[in-house]
Nanobody, 122 residues
Framework: QVQLVESGGGLVQAGGSLRLSCAAS??????SAWFRQAPGKERVFVAA?????YYADSVKGRFTISRDNAKNTVYLQMNSLKPEDTAVYFC????????????????????WGQGTQVTVSS
């Protein structure tokens, strides 16, 4: 049974940092990503790691996605956090490699985690 389990969310002040983790079990994936969903808004792309790494413009230079293949875990290091980063963050994983626009599309991913809340206070 495939599972993605996120951890690392919490409450942090603006300017602070958090590191999210997503541990996969059951199989390995060629593409892993993070999406986020703020209250009353759609789920949006944050970052993906496949053959290349992709970031949403809103997080470039502040967030870093990485992967530890030995642990089958993907991370999202979030620095210089802003109140507008407040959202539930979801880990996603896909069988196939993605490229360019394909990495940004939620439907391209086969599995999702349950989400972890990140709250940034001003």
């Amino acid at each position: 049974q495939v599972q993605l389990v996120e951890s690392g969310g919490g409450l942090v002040q603006a300017g602070g940092s958090l590191r999210l983790s997503c541990a996969a079990s059951g199989r390995t994936f060629n593409t892993s990503a993070w999406f986020r969903q703020a209250p009353g808004k759609e789920r949006v792309f944050v970052a993906a790691i496949s053959r290349r790494i992709y970031y949403a413009d809103s997080v470039k230079g502040r967030f870093t996605i990485s992967r530890d293949n030995a642990k089958n875990t993907v991370y999202l290091q979030m620095n210089s956090l802003k109140p507008e980063d407040t959202a539930v963050y979801f880990c996603a994983a896909g069988y196939k490699y993605c490229s360019n626009y394909g990495c940004y599309v939620a439907d391209e991913y086969n599995y999702w985690g349950q989400g972890t809340q990140v709250t940034v206070s001003s």
